[in-house]
């Protein structure tokens, strides 16, 4: 066996067993009739494993591949009707880049205190993308292990509290349909779908667009279902795949965690996630109180947690998408943009994004 065989295998195998894991909890999740179990059972179980040191790995390009069915379904989402409510979102999303500015005026002092160091303190503060946050830490000397760690635990503990909230605060049940089976589609919406996936992704990392598997997507699906090409959102089945990988994808980021690494990194995020809830907290309140959002979209709009994640608990809620994910898409522009910019005003080395 040739060396590269080799190395495919030592991949294919740790990536199969975890597939196969993440499958085993998924169907727990489903018989035991736990919420979402597509996403609770895949990273319950990948995370347990992780913790006790299994050898899993993630999905690669699959994984990131599956993100683009959550980009179609947010861009077929998109119609003239939900364009024309824009200017009435205006006043709302305007609050985003106010809310990005207190946290990270709260969270790199915070976690400078904690003993982190400048570029650490800063990018580990963003509430952007894990991977985002985590390039543009690397390329300014940051701790990267300790910042996946952080977004991870972020994700990982909001996607875990949010359904929850939906439920008991807001009365939002968790069982919504998240599209019709596939047996309802036909062979011409299916095809369009997958063409706007594939070309809007690898269009988007061509052009160096920041997450090119969900925006990418969302921007061609949202064009065709504008010229009324397509139609629907992407089938059921399709989103629970989705569901699956991002609950392997927040799993695996535990894989090799240390006791030092866990009572540093992973309890330095669960504080920070009290901070941040304080601030989404805060911020729904106002939006819904001065009317300018419904109450289950204004905290949907406002949880600081990942885009792919929040997306999955929209479409299930029956939550206003084009609100939502509006205001996401802002969070992100200010995070990506803005966090540079910044960073190397309080003396942080400026990453530079390469094109793929």
Do not use: N
Not at 70 to 79: F, H, K, N, P, Q
Not at 322 to 343: D, E, Y
Request: charged share 10%; glycine share 12%; hydrophobic share 55%.
């Amino acid at each position: 066996m040739t060396q590269p065989d080799r190395s495919m295998l030592s991949s294919l195998v740790p990536r199969a067993g975890t597939l196969m894991l993440a499958l085993a909890g998924a169907a727990t999740f489903h018989l035991l009739g736990l919420p979402l179990p597509f996403l609770f059972g895949p990273m319950s179980f990948c995370l347990a494993a992780a913790l006790t040191g299994a050898r899993l790995r993630g999905m690669g390009p699959i994984s990131v591949g599956a993100r683009t069915i959550l980009g179609v379904a947010v861009g077929a989402s998109i119609t003239p009707q939900v364009v024309a409510q824009i200017p009435q979102m205006a006043l709302s999303v305007v609050l985003v880049p106010v809310y990005v500015l207190l946290i990270g005026l709260i969270g790199v002092p915070f976690f400078r205190r904690l003993g982190f160091d400048p570029a650490t303190s800063y990018y580990a503060a963003m509430p952007g993308g894990l991977q985002d946050m985590v390039i543009f830490g690397q390329e300014a000397g940051a701790d990267v292990r300790a910042l996946s760690l952080i977004h991870a635990t972020r994700v990982a503990v909001l996607v875990t509290i949010a359904p929850a909230i939906l439920v008991w605060l807001y009365d939002a049940p968790l069982t919504g349909a998240m599209g019709a089976p596939l047996r309802d589609f036909g062979a011409g919406q299916l095809g369009w779908m997958a063409v706007s996936a594939i070309v809007g992704w690898k269009g988007g990392e061509y052009l160096g667009l920041f997450g090119a598997s969900i925006l990418g997507p969302m921007i061609t699906t949202a064009a065709l279902s504008m010229a009324g090409i397509i139609t629907q959102r992407p089938p059921a089945e399709a989103i629970m795949l989705a569901q699956l990988f991002i609950g392997i994808g927040i799993g695996v980021q535990y894989v090799g965690v240390t006791l030092r690494e866990l009572r540093m990194f992973v309890l330095s995020g669960l504080a920070f996630v009290m901070v941040l809830a304080v601030l989404a907290a805060a911020f729904t309140e106002f939006v819904v109180l001065t009317g300018l959002a419904r109450p289950l979209e204004g905290f949907l709009a406002f949880a600081p947690g990942g885009q792919a994640e929040l997306t999955v608990l929209a479409i299930v809620v029956g939550a206003d998408l084009g609100f939502v994910v509006l205001h996401h898409l802002t969070r992100i522009v200010v995070v990506i943009t803005g966090a540079p910019l910044m960073a190397r005003y309080m003396g942080v080395p400026r990453p530079v994004r390469r094109r793929p």
